[in-house]
T-cell receptor, first 114, second 114 residues
Framework: AQSVTQLDSQVPVFEEAPVELRCNYS??????LFWYVQYPNQGLQLLLK??????LVKGINGFEAEFNKSQTSFHLRKPSVHISDTAEYFC????????????FGSGTRLLVRP | EPEVTQTPSHQVTQMGQEVILRCVPI?????FYWYRQILGQKVEFLVS????????KSEIFDDQFSVERPDGSNFTLKIRSTKLEDSAMYFC????????????FGPGTRLTVT
């Protein structure tokens, strides 16, 4: 079975500051990794994904994430946040054992203050 | 840009009533999913659907739930006899195939069972 842990339920940060949202996963098989963002009253939108290859992946809106297999982590980072980045961020995995269901973490609310 | 749509945006129903939540996936997508998010909890997988049959379902998806693709465009989730604990946001998602793995989410239907 797979599980995803997002330890920070809320991360407050000032505008233009850097931010890191943490994600750790547990799985007995290899996984694909995703970050989704949910703006208020909207559905989930894919930010970025790691399938294979380079462990540093770049996504939309200036976000990037680094896959660390030894630490089973996939932390999301942005060097300078904007007010418009205020949203809920979800880390998720899909296992490579031919199951295509996304397994989500509990989410981290990023609150960007002026 | 194509998007997944869901109707209604909010549904209020009484306990024991049947509800049907509707989704229109992206037109060339072949895989369809339902997820739900109880307030304050994780987004949870309910069911995946491909080639007019269920590919996988979670333990949440019991006999009270059913899915259907009644025509070439709609994908529905039916709850036969709603319970208070069915109150949640229900998200539909679709993907073009398993190779790309990216699931596109709709904006969700908020179901309130009273």
């Amino acid at each position: 079975a797979q599980s995803v842990t997002q330890l920070d339920s809320q991360v407050p940060v000032f505008e233009e500051a850097p931010v890191e949202l943490r994600c750790n996963y547990s799985s007995s098989v290899s996984v694909y990794l995703f970050w989704y963002v949910q703006y208020p009253n909207q559905g989930l939108q894919l930010l970025l994904k790691y399938l294979s290859g380079s462990t540093l992946v770049k996504g939309i809106n200036g976000f990037e994430a680094e896959f660390n297999k030894s630490q089973t982590s996939f932390h999301l980072r942005k060097p300078s946040v904007h007010i418009s980045d205020t949203a809920e961020y979800f880390c998720a995995v899909i296992s490579m054992d031919s199951s295509y269901k996304l397994i989500f973490g509990s989410g981290t609310r990023l609150l960007v203050r002026p | 840009e194509p998007e997944v749509t869901q109707t209604p945006s909010h549904q209020v129903t009484q306990m024991g009533q049947e509800v049907i939540l509707r989704c229109v996936p992206i037109s060339n997508h072949l895989y369809f999913y339902w997820y739900r998010q109880i307030l304050g909890q994780k987004v949870e997988f309910l069911v995946s659907f491909y080639n007019n049959e269920i590919s996988e379902k979670s333990e949440i998806f019991d006999d009270q739930f059913s899915v259907e693709r009644p025509d070439g465009s709609n994908f529905t989730l039916k709850i036969r006899s709603t319970k208070l604990e069915d109150s949640a946001m229900y998200f539909c998602a679709s993907s073009v195939g398993t190779g790309l793995l990216e699931q596109y989410f709709g904006p969700g239907t908020r179901l309130t069972v009273t």
